[in-house]
């Protein structure tokens, strides 16, 4: 069994679609009208699906403290690289890449995602 796909709830569509497809390899591939819902292939088959805020009938608008997305690079190089050019582009980036737990990244929030960068430290 694999998971494949992940819906997240965003304020705004065009920028956070933009960071996903500019900072993470993804890909749009099915955007809907008025930025109501957009599809995006990302590396290794993954789906990530952006979903505005105005579809939730139900008014819940928020993740709990903790949630939070993470992404695995290959290497300490490849965290700071990604670290770089998320400054480089203007996002805002609370932490520097650090030693957490047994690996080697930083978080970041991103509309109403917290991201996680990361790599595990190589003995």
């Known amino acids: ?3 494949n796909h992940l819906n997240l709830s965003v304020k705004d569509m065009p920028a956070t679609r933009a960071l996903f497809e500019t900072y993470f390899d993804f890909i749009c591939v099915d955007p809907k009208l008025n930025d109501t819902l957009s599809v995006l ?3 290794g088959g993954f ?3 952006l979903m505005n805020q105005r579809m939730n009938e139900k008014g819940n608008h928020t993740y709990p403290d903790t ?3 993470g992404f695995y ?3 300490e190089a490849a965290v ?3 670290w770089e050019r998320l400054q480089s582009g203007g996002i805002v980036l609370d932490q520097v890449p650090q030693i957490m737990r047994k690996t080697f990244g930083f978080y970041f929030t991103f509309d ?3 991201i996680e ?3 595990p430290i190589k003995d």
Do not use: K, R, S, Y
């Open 73 to 75: 690079l290959e290497d």
């Open 67 to 69: 949630f939070h997305i």
């Open 80 to 82: 700071t690289a990604t």
């Open 1 to 3: 069994m694999q998971l």
């Open 47 to 49: 789906i990530l699906v």
């Open 112 to 114: 109403t995602i917290m």
């Open 117 to 119: 960068v990361t790599t």
């Open 41 to 43: 292939n990302g590396p």
